[in-house]
């Protein structure tokens, strides 16, 4: 019994497309999407995760799916609890003992009142403490930044919401951006493109897709092409069109664009000593937009920085929230403070 009080802890990346798990002394035992099926009339919740997301874009008038997050932010908070307390059960499996402290992580502007809906939101899914961490800071950690040295460490995370920029030095961050351009964005504006340029209805997964096979930043040695499968907007039937990587690069240049400019406008505000260290040191992409191809490329042609990607981009954020709960007492610091609001 003692080792299952241990072993409860838990660090949560709720994150605007996906939420992730980790339980102290197991790590990520959790990744599914944050999306949420229930019934239309009672809000009663029928799916949770994957298997909600599957139902996206194909769900019958008594059946809604809501995905509680925007922008990094709860935007429906009652489904959000209900998401948190079935991901908690899944990974808690005895939930009488288990009232766990949970480390939470949040985009760095958010407002005090979105923090305290988080809070709240860990609260109502049965936890006995909630600490919250800002993203930046648990993705560098994730990343195996040495966060605590004197030594400027650049960080890009871009996630489904928000795209969240930051230096950080001495177990604190310097310069923070967080800006609402990011996955989600992104996939919309491909779904404006192909609604304007080949009058095709497209739903968000194969936007999504279309993101993830044929998405690019910057010029590739051989483009990509594929076929997209959609419905016609004149004849209102489905039909399908050729669709070349350098079309679909044409299409979110614009979300590109502000992802490099969040970048600059960083840099541009860090100190110089700190500049002279990321100099050396380089930025480091994380989230799961680091995945873009060539983004690196753009990034270090831009920018004349050093790009890395990180070695998970993914699971960054959770790792370096789960690293808070392994080692709580030494991490304390880079959680954010209580602002004297005591169990709120």
Same mark, same amino acid.
């Given at each position: 019994?003692?080792? =299952?009080?241990?072993?409860?802890?838990?660090?949560?990346?709720?994150?605007?497309?996906?939420?992730?798990?980790?339980?102290?002394?197991?790590?990520?035992?959790?990744?599914?999407?944050?999306?949420?099926?229930? =019934?239309?009339?009672?809000?009663?919740?029928?799916?949770?995760?994957?298997?909600?997301?599957? #139902?996206?874009?194909?769900?019958?008038? $008594?059946?809604?799916?809501?995905?509680?997050?925007?922008?990094?932010?709860?935007?429906?908070?009652?489904?959000?609890?209900? #998401?948190? +307390?079935?991901?908690?059960?899944?990974?808690?499996?005895?939930?009488?003992?288990?009232?766990?402290?949970?480390?939470?992580?949040?985009?760095?502007?958010?407002?005090?009142?979105?923090?305290?809906?988080?809070?709240?939101?860990?609260?109502?899914?049965?936890?006995?403490?909630?600490?919250?961490?800002?993203?930046?800071?648990?993705?560098?950690?994730?990343?195996?930044?040495?966060?605590?040295?004197?030594?400027?460490?650049?960080?890009?995370?871009?996630?489904?919401?928000?795209?969240?920029?930051?230096?950080?030095?001495?177990?604190?961050?310097?310069?923070? !951006?967080?800006? +609402?351009?990011?996955?989600?964005?992104?996939?919309?504006?491909?779904?404006?493109?192909?609604?304007?340029?080949? @009058?095709?209805?497209?739903?968000?997964?194969?936007?999504?897709?279309?993101?993830?096979?044929?998405? @690019?930043?910057?010029?590739?040695?051989?483009? &990509?092409?594929?076929?997209?499968?959609?419905?016609?907007?004149?004849?209102?039937?489905?039909?399908?069109?050729?669709?070349? @990587?350098?079309?679909? +690069?044409?299409?979110?240049?614009?979300?590109?664009?502000?992802?490099?400019?969040?970048?600059?406008?960083? &840099?541009?505000?860090?100190?110089?000593?700190?500049?002279?260290?990321?100099?050396?040191?380089?930025?480091?992409?994380?989230?799961?937009?680091? !995945?873009?191809?060539?983004?690196?490329?753009?990034?270090? =042609?831009?920018?004349?920085?050093?790009?890395?990607?990180?070695?998970?981009?993914?699971?960054?954020?959770?790792?370096?929230?789960?690293?808070?709960?392994?080692?709580?007492?030494?991490?304390?610091?880079?959680?954010?403070?209580?602002?004297? +609001?005591? $169990?709120?």
């Amino acid at each position: 019994m003692a080792n =299952n009080l241990i072993g409860r802890d838990l660090a949560v990346d709720l994150g605007t497309a996906n939420t992730l798990v980790y339980v102290r002394g197991k790590g990520v035992l959790l990744d599914e999407p944050s999306v949420v099926a229930m =019934n239309s009339q009672t809000r009663e919740v029928l799916a949770v995760g994957t298997e909600a997301k599957r #139902m996206v874009g194909r769900t019958p008038d $008594a059946i809604t799916t809501v995905r509680p997050l925007r922008d990094g932010v709860i935007a429906d908070f009652d489904a959000t609890e209900q #998401m948190l +307390r079935t991901f908690i059960a899944q990974v808690h499996r005895r939930r009488y003992f288990a009232k766990p402290r949970m480390v939470i992580c949040v985009p760095s502007g958010v407002t005090p009142v979105e923090q305290r809906a988080v809070k709240e939101a860990g609260y109502q899914a049965g936890a006995r403490k909630v600490f919250i961490i800002e993203e930046p800071m648990a993705a560098a950690i994730g990343a195996g930044l040495p966060v605590h040295e004197a030594t400027g460490n650049m960080v890009v995370d871009i996630g489904g919401g928000t795209t969240e920029v930051a230096v950080i030095s001495l177990g604190g961050l310097v310069t923070t !951006l967080s800006v +609402r351009t990011a996955g989600d964005e992104i996939d919309q504006s491909i779904i404006a493109y192909l609604k304007k340029e080949h @009058s095709l209805m497209l739903g968000e997964r194969t936007a999504e897709e279309i993101k993830m096979t044929l998405g @690019s930043a910057y010029p590739m040695v051989s483009e &990509l092409t594929g076929e997209i499968r959609g419905r016609d907007m004149i004849s209102g039937l489905p039909r399908s069109v050729r669709l070349s @990587s350098v079309e679909v +690069r044409h299409a979110i240049e614009e979300q590109l664009h502000s992802i490099v400019d969040a970048v600059r406008t960083t &840099l541009d505000q860090t100190p110089p000593e700190l500049a002279g260290d990321i100099m050396d040191r380089g930025i480091v992409l994380t989230g799961g937009g680091a !995945l873009l191809r060539g983004l690196d490329e753009r990034i270090r =042609n831009e920018t004349g920085m050093p790009v890395h990607v990180a070695a998970d981009p993914l699971s960054s954020v959770v790792l370096g929230s789960g690293k808070c709960v392994e080692e709580f007492e030494a991490l304390q610091q880079v959680l954010v403070a209580e602002n004297g +609001r005591g $169990a709120a």
